[in-house]
């Protein structure tokens, strides 16, 4: 199946600072990529769908100022966590449509951000 | 009413038994449903693809639409405690939005 790679896989960051978590589609080119926050025991919270060359799609209560989301190319997606705090302590996960593989999307290994 | 209902369990079960796990929806407009398997501290691994009705099987693993019930179900053969896991199954219309079960957690016993 079609690998998707994110980085890093945990980082701890100082209350204040900004971190930046990358997401790559591998073997596949993806027009469409989605990130979500997941809590522990809770299902996927989508955050947003960002797409290539253009600006990213927020779900409602999502503040874009402050998860800012770059799909500057076609295997490439970054989501940057800005002036973080520690309730922005959580796993975020990104996935991608594959088009070689109809309409499903495969995920990234996940990152956990933790905010001290 | 949610898009998709998923029981979240959980569900524990003996070393070798068959499992079951289920997904409804609301939206008879759904083609596309997937199953996903998430080991804890882990992204989602997708399972199971099928387009539209019918079986789909892939070793220990049978997919099955009912899209005229709105119900799909993961059937698992001779299950391992590797398998103890949460299963998530998605769905989608154009494969531009997709929705997502709660996930049930998943415990096979030794």
């Known amino acids: 199946g079609a690998v998707v790679s994110q980085h890093p896989s945990r980082v701890i960051c100082k209350s204040g600072t900004s971190v930046k978590i990358e997401c790559r589609s591998l073997d596949f080119q993806a027009t469409t990529m989605f990130w979500y926050r997941q809590f522990p025991k809770q299902s996927l919270m989508l955050m947003a769908t960002?797409?290539?060359?253009?600006?990213?799609?927020?779900e409602q209560g999502v503040e874009k100022d402050k998860f800012l989301i770059n799909h500057a190319s076609l295997t490439l997606s970054t989501l940057t966590v800005t002036s973080a705090h520690p309730e922005d302590s959580s796993f975020y996960i990104c996935?991608?449509?594959?088009?070689?593989?109809?309409?499903?999307?495969?995920f990234g290994e996940g990152s956990w951000l933790t905010v001290v | 009413q949610k898009e998709v209902e998923q029981d979240p369990g959980p569900l524990s079960v003996p070393e070798g038994a068959i499992v079951s796990l289920n997904c409804t929806y609301s939206n008879s407009a759904f083609q596309y449903f997937m199953w996903y398997r998430q080991y804890s501290r882990k992204g989602p691994e997708l399972l199971m693809y099928t387009y539209s009705s019918g079986n789909k099987e892939d070793g220990r693993f049978t997919a099955q639409v009912d899209k005229s019930s709105k119900y799909i179900s993961l059937f698992i053969r001779d299950s391992q405690p590797s398998d103890s896991a949460t299963y998530l199954c998605?769905?989608?219309?154009?494969?531009?939005?997709?929705?997502f079960g709660t996930g049930t957690s998943l415990t096979v016993i030794p």
């Open positions: 998605a769905m989608t219309r154009t494969g531009n939005q997709f929705y």
């Open positions: 996935s991608a449509i594959s088009p070689d593989s109809g309409n499903t999307i495969y």
């Open positions: 960002s797409n290539e060359g253009s600006k990213a799609t927020y």
